[in-house]
């Protein structure tokens, strides 16, 4: 029963959110002057999120909800368009701004919503940005502050863009670092060892200390995610689930509400992770 009353208190909240008036509120304060590069594009990358969320699930709150956001979604991709031809350089840090992680995000969408334009100016940014890298200095990370992976990051939207095969050998050049076969797997289980271990929470009160929870919890998908774009036999897919198994397993748990510091944005990462969202694509 009580589950069943949270799910209604659930609907309840996302249709006041969601609620036309709000929507237009939010339409006319993103087309505000001064506000070209706000939210952008992390914030807005989320909210298209959101929409293909809504959209795929069969369900009539989530048509009607789904309508309602439509303007502030078209508006939120016609800023993303309009601005991805003019990004000379990919932004490849840890935090918000970084590039590839919204391109991901960007790409699920426009495949739900249809959006051949969004996807063929994402096709040329992985083209221009990522597709020569090598050699991702993977064991440079993280930073102190970081929630994103820059290189897993890369490799997790490449796998979107690319075929398998295709993403298979770029990931070769990239991120040669992965071990494959069995020896692979043991080394990416074993405690201590030196590919990929998961990230140390020193202070979950403070807000920046506690992004490497949702590094954690980003890692865990982005693993899976470049798994699941490699051939089915690939012989790194063992290393890569160990791996992802193992951030998973050292991240949920440190999902509370404790901490209002990586209470209020946790959650998302640990849906987006367990839903496996990135994956529905």
Not at 237 to 260: F, I, K, M, Q, S
Request: hydrophobic share 45%; glycine share 8%; proline share 7%.
């Amino acid at each position: 029963m009580c589950r069943f009353a949270s799910a209604c208190c659930g609907r309840a909240a996302v249709a006041q959110s969601l609620a036309p008036a709000n929507i237009d509120a939010e339409v006319r304060y993103l087309r505000g002057a001064g506000r070209a590069s706000f939210e952008r594009p992390y914030g807005l990358a989320w909210l298209l999120e959101l929409a293909a969320e809504l959209r795929r699930f069969d369900d009539p709150d989530a048509k009607r909800w789904s309508a309602t956001l439509r303007p502030l979604e078209t508006e939120t991709a016609t800023r993303l368009e309009g601005w991805l031809p003019k990004l000379h350089y990919p932004i490849r840090i840890g935090e918000h701004d970084q590039t590839a992680f919204s391109f991901g995000l960007m790409w699920d969408w426009a495949g739900v919503a249809g959006e051949q334009p969004m996807r063929r100016l994402l096709e040329d940014a992985a083209q221009r940005f990522y597709r020569q890298d090598r050699n991702c200095p993977l064991a440079y990370e993280p930073s102190g502050e970081d929630f994103l992976s820059p290189c897993l990051a890369e490799a997790d939207f490449l796998r979107r863009v690319l075929a398998p095969r295709a993403f298979a050998s770029w990931l070769t050049r990239f991120l040669p670092q992965i071990p494959d076969g069995r020896a692979g797997a043991r080394a990416a289980q074993r405690p201590g060892a030196p590919w990929l271990v998961p990230g140390v929470v020193t202070d979950r009160a403070d807000p920046k200390l506690a992004h490497i929870d949702g590094l954690n919890l980003s890692r865990a998908w982005m693993l899976e995610g470049i798994a699941h774009g490699l051939p089915a036999h690939d012989a790194r897919l063992a290393a890569l689930t160990a791996a992802a198994a193992r951030h998973r397993d050292a991240a949920l748990p440190a999902v509370t509400g404790e901490h209002y510091e990586g209470g209020h944005w946790l959650g998302t990462f640990a849906v987006y992770l367990t839903s496996r969202a990135g994956l529905a694509q």
